[in-house]
């Protein structure tokens, strides 16, 4: 629930932001703000632009119009890397590099910022506390992991450098169902544990309204709706937000 | 003080002279070996020391090497300077003409050696004397006789049309055939005439006659050797050496030393020797110790270019994955040099590096570009979009990311093509002996000149074995050099 300091700046803040791939626009005049230590999910089918959204924020992409303030400063191109650096992003498959086992992929960035041998590990260990995550795992390369193991591995790297904020994009797409149940309880339990500013992207409604008490939903680049479930349920802003609701509810429906 | 200096220095100059040894080429066929060798006994009889680079290719090759300073010396024809190297002298021109044209390029000219090498038209010695031919001009009288030409001479106007035409020769039966086979035929007895060079060694071999060109029909290739006109300066005794050769070898002389080369398979050294009757020096090293040291020249050949390859490529590899338009460029340009003809691009190294091992070097450095830069490329565009991204989304800058993400990930396409590269330098740096870089293509010159297979399978064979060896030891290196995760995926 997004509490509205007037005195503390949004974490994130987008105002008027548009952006296009060609002929399709991924963001279309989106103005949306995200308080300091909020949990908001981001829902629409694919394509409607949610993955742009965290993409724009960490200065992946940039917008052709409009501005993107973090902690209240505009985002400029000089200033990404410190930002990406209080930033963890997670995305689908967990985008852990193939050539280097969990722990070195838990160490690039600490490494080049000149952590300690020492001070990397013990980082790792707390957060394989945090995550669940058996000690000996590691030591293993990413194709040696499960999908649960390797997301888990995922958000450790994105913690390392315990940042203000998570951008999380499908985190739990491509898991079974068992470990994806499982995974929910867990980062739902980091997030409130951690008090983090976050941001999570997902198609599953379910699993939005289990992360989070603000959804917005998208589509075709536009905000159609940002609200609590009940508002998605009971005050659908249009035919598409029930239709959307309703699409999730029959899936999850079946006992 | 000073003047100790001076006295050292004056002391040492002669030292200094005497030890830039003259160099003297040959071209790649036996005639031409033997005019060097005999070149090289000669400055050595005259107390100079030279040194022969023998087999280097074709003329433009040595008229090149000759004008840059690589080579002081190199037996010539003059048909060759009047028809290909010099420009606006008669195609006739005698010798004093061709040394008043070639004064101002710095190269000078002996007289001639004593013999042509150029067409002529033999026939059996029993035969020609039995009918009484001696002249080209006698065959005219001789309508019945059966005449074999070899397809090039058929085919070229001042071949036999124009021989025909010269002569008003009456024959009919005349048709093209193998150059070889015609020997063969004439032997036999199955035709009666036949071209061939005036040197050729099968000539006192097949008991043949030459007749005698009575009206000035074929152009002359007059046997000469050309040097550098500085020569005349820093070693004017093998000047003169060269030019005490003139005058000394007649055809017959030409043709029994050809002869026994290429029939009888003796040493060019040897035959050169008892020509000049003098002892020969060098009684050839063993094989081992030439195949040692081939094998060291081919080596250097091969790991010099392909790690200056290395050391360019890889750059150029990543600069054309960063940006499209970039990388087009570069893949289009090293695509051009790739289709260059191997052969052409030793040549055209020759004009900036002059002759032996550098522009070989240099030639077999451009090969190893492409491979190399495309595999790069293909290693670096072909990491997963969402890998890459990850990498810029943890806040690492973009040299790190190179560094540390995804040259290790592109690794094992590199070193494919590295290994690629490496492979085809092998094979291709026996072309390097044709300018003069030594290496396992040396005894395959040779042994293709003189029909020679073991001398042929003395270069392929250690040539093909190391290109299995480079294979292998790349393979070892990739698995070492591959992160073991990469090597699991590849497994999976």
Redo the contacts between chains.
């Keep these: 629930m997004p509490i509205a300091h007037s005195a503390c700046p949004d974490a994130f803040e987008l105002s008027a932001v548009h952006k296009r791939y060609g002929a399709i626009p991924a963001l279309d005049d989106v103005t949306l703000r995200f308080a300091v230590g909020s949990t908001t999910a981001l829902i629409g089918s694919s394509g409607s632009g949610k993955s742009t959204l965290l993409r724009v924020l960490?200065g992946?992409e940039w917008p052709d119009q409009g501005e993107i303030r973090v902690d209240g400063q505009t985002l400029l191109p000089a200033q990404?890397?410190?930002?990406?650096?209080r930033v963890g992003?997670v995305?689908?498959?967990g985008?852990?590099?193939?050539?280097?086992?969990a722990q070195g992929n838990l160490a690039?960035?600490p490494h080049?910022l000149g952590w300690s041998k020492d001070r990397i590990r013990q980082r790792a260990e707390e957060l394989a506390t945090l995550t669940h995550l058996p000690l000996s795992v590691l030591e293993r390369?990413?194709?040696?992991l499960s999908g649960g193991q390797r997301q888990r591995v995922a958000l450790m790297?994105g913690l390392m450098l315990n940042p203000d904020a998570l951008l999380l994009d499908e985190p739990l797409g491509a898991l079974d169902p068992i470990v994806r149940h499982e995974l929910q309880d867990e980062l739902k339990a980091i997030f409130d544990q951690l008090g983090k500013t976050v941001v999570v992207v997902t198609h599953d409604i379910a699993e939005a309204a289990w992360f989070a008490d603000r959804m917005v939903l998208m589509r075709n680049g536009k905000v159609v709706q940002d609200g609590r479930l009940e508002d998605l349920c009971q005050r659908p802003a249009d035919p598409f937000v029930t239709r959307f609701v309703q699409a999730q509810r029959t899936l999850r429906g079946s006992p | 003080m000073k003047r100790a200096w001076i006295m050292l220095v004056v002391m040492l100059m002669p030292a200094l002279a005497c030890a830039t040894p003259v160099r003297i080429g040959s071209k790649q066929f036996t005639e031409s070996v033997i005019l060097g060798e005999i070149a090289r006994l000669a400055g050595r009889e005259a107390g100079v020391q030279v040194v022969h680079q023998r087999e280097l290719g074709g003329t433009a090759i040595l008229w090149g090497a000759l004008e840059h300073g690589d080579i002081d010396a190199y037996p010539e024809y003059t048909g060759t300077l009047t028809h290909e190297l010099l420009k606006n002298v008669a195609p006739d021109a005698d010798i004093p003409t061709l040394r008043a044209a070639l004064k101002p390029l710095g190269i000078g000219i002996t007289d001639s050696l004593g013999f042509d090498d150029t067409y002529a038209i033999g026939m059996r010695a029993d035969r020609a004397a039995q009918l009484g031919i001696r002249r080209l001009s006698d065959l005219a009288l001789h309508p019945d006789l059966h005449l074999a030409f070899s397809n090039e001479f058929m085919a070229r106007s001042d071949g036999w049309p124009g021989l025909r035409q010269r002569y008003q020769l009456p024959q009919t039966n005349v048709r093209g055939m193998d150059h070889a086979l015609a020997y063969r035929a004439l032997a036999s007895g199955a035709v009666d005439a036949t071209d061939l060079y005036s040197t050729d060694a099968e000539i006192p071999y097949y008991h043949l006659r030459t007749l005698d060109d009575d009206r000035h029909y074929f152009p002359h290739y007059q046997a000469v050797y050309l040097y550098r006109l500085d020569l005349e300066q820093r070693s004017p005794a093998f000047v003169q050496a060269l030019n005490k050769l003139a005058g000394r070898i007649d055809a017959n002389a030409m043709r029994q030393m050809n002869a026994l080369v290429k029939m009888q398979g003796k040493k060019e050294v040897e035959v050169a020797a008892d020509f000049l009757g003098v002892q020969p020096d060098r009684d050839g090293t063993g094989l081992w110790a030439r195949l040692l040291q081939r094998t060291l020249e081919h080596l250097r050949l091969v790991l010099i270019s392909l790690a200056a390859a290395v050391l360019l490529a890889i750059p150029l590899g990543v600069l054309a994955a960063r940006s499209k338009r970039l990388g087009h460029l570069v893949m289009a340009l090293s695509g051009v040099l790739q289709t260059i003809p191997s052969l052409a691009m030793f040549v055209f190294m020759i004009p900036l590096f002059g002759i032996g091992t550098w522009p070989a070097i240099a030639a077999l450095f451009l090969y190893s570009l492409l491979p190399i830069v495309r595999n790069t490329y293909a290693g670096l565009t072909g990491i997963a979009p969402d890998l890459r991204e990850s990498a810029a989304a943890l806040g690492l800058p973009r040299g790190v990311r190179l560094r540390r993400v995804e040259l290790p990930m592109a690794m094992r396409s590199i070193l494919a093509g590295v290994k690629t590269a490496a492979v085809i330098n092998v094979g291709t740096a026996t072309l390097g002996a044709l300018i003069g870089a030594g290496g396992y293509g040396q005894p395959i010159v040779t042994g293709i000149r003189l029909d020679n297979i073991g001398l042929i399978l003395e270069g392929a064979i250690p040539s093909a074995c190391m290109a299995l060896v480079v294979q292998a030891l790349f393979e070892g290196v990739e698995r070492w050099l591959t992160p073991r995760g990469m090597r699991l995926e590849a497994r999976q």
């Design positions: 960490l992946l990404v890397l410190a930002l990406r650096r992003y995305i689908q498959e985008g852990l590099f193939p050539h280097l086992t690039l960035l080049h390369y990413p194709v040696e790297r």
